[in-house]
């Protein structure tokens, strides 16, 4: 019913930024909150940021500061502004969201996921 599309992941180096995006693709749903997971290897996916509908956003202590979640409801779309990014944040990103369905009824979704690698 409804697909998450992830792009924006790739290679940069220390200290650099990244702009990844996630668009929801379907019909017959109303988007709830959206937000963004991280799993690097031989770790435990973790929560890095999410957003309400109306805009209010939580962030991990990690990465608080230095990424900025962002989304346009019009577009179903959500964004992780990342920056001063080091070795530690490379992983793979997977956009989340929760939204409900034509029944009014809440599910979950995720995305593909993309790789984001944070090497000199």
């Known amino acids: 019913q409804v697909q998450l599309v992830e792009s924006g992941g790739g290679l940069v180096q220390p200290g650099g930024s990244l702009r990844l995006s996630c668009a929801a693709a379907g019909s017959g749903f109303r988007m709830n909150a959206m937000g963004w997971f991280r799993q690097a290897p031989g770790k435990e996916r973790e929560s890095v940021a999410s957003i309400t509908v109306s805009g209010s956003t939580n962030y991990a202590d990690s990465v608080k500061g230095r990424f900025t979640i962002s989304r346009d409801n019009a577009k179903n779309t959500v964004y992780l502004q990342m920056s001063s990014l080091t070795p530690e944040d490379t992983a793979v990103y997977y956009c989340?969201?929760?939204?409900?369905?034509?029944?009014?009824?809440?599910?979950?979704?995720w995305g593909q996921g993309t790789l984001v690698t944070v090497s000199s």
């Open positions: 989340n969201a929760h939204y409900i369905n034509t029944f009014w009824r809440d599910l979950e979704v």
